[in-house]
């Protein structure tokens, strides 16, 4: 089953040029602060609780960003590291990336190794033969294909493991021993869909599998702005009114309002100008429990003005 990516050449020195926005980097440097805070009480949570396979795992979203993170040293990196030190141990992970595009069809990964995809192109050649060798995790795949119940799930074998997924789980388990698995989104389909899916699939939270969508909640990569470094604000308005409003909805678990993008502020034809970084974040809200308040791991702007919003639910 193919998947659609994209190639996105346009980022590819998103990080790595020279500082043109030093009021930025001041404000990256007091979101890293108080995203390592917040992480910090996290881990200090799971104190007296190791980690184990089996026991309940948080629902979350991570907002990607540029490959090059896989291989660069950042607030937002550092970031991971400590969230995934936070989380403990799953029994599997299941990704939804948006990476993963099957218009008709929603798909569920079953291959036992699944392959490091590299679905973009213009990087450095460090970043092309990076791997990341996680193991597959075909009964959960075969467990999840079987929960959803709002539309006909498949399995296929013909996908792995896109940089939407392994770029981000190098930082936070970067042993690659734990199982990894992921699902694919139906390009055809609204909010809703996406979310009821994301219900279907939380009872595998019961069962030690964390859920995790990967996007980005303001992507625009017309928009981005080259060597812009990692800040806590957007470099344009539209950027982070979109992303404001996303923040707002989500301290107020106003899941209606997340379902239908195109209704919460006027910016979002800009910022969401097609909807596949945004329809990972419906698949681990809607597997987060209605009371479950959102935590905010990270937030900052990427070369401008792409959000790097990432949440927590459990």
Known sequence: MPGVSENISDTTAMISSPDRRKLLTGGSMAAALAALS????????????????????????VGHGSPMNAIQDNAFTRQLSQWGQSLGR?????SVSAHWLTPGQTAVGIDDKPKTIHDFGGFPDQLQQMQYPAPGAPAFARQAAALVK????????????????WTVLRHMYPRADIPVFQLSIDYAQQGKYHYAIGQELAALREKGVL????GNVVHNLRATERGVPMGVMASKPWAQSFDNAVRDALAARDDNALMNPLGMDASVRMAVPTPDHYWPLLYALGAAGKTEKTITTFEGFQSGTLSMRCLQWG
Do not use: C, N, V
């Open 150 to 165: 709002s539309a006909p799930a498949s399995t296929s074998d013909e996908w792995g493991l896109d940089h939407g997924t």
């Open 90 to 94: 799953p029994a599997a992970i299941l």
């Open 211 to 214: 859920i995790m969508g990967s």
């Open 38 to 61: 917040t992480l910090a009480d996290l881990a200090h949570a799971q104190q007296g609780r190791p980690a184990k396979a089996g026991k309940r795992m948080p629902s979350i979203f």
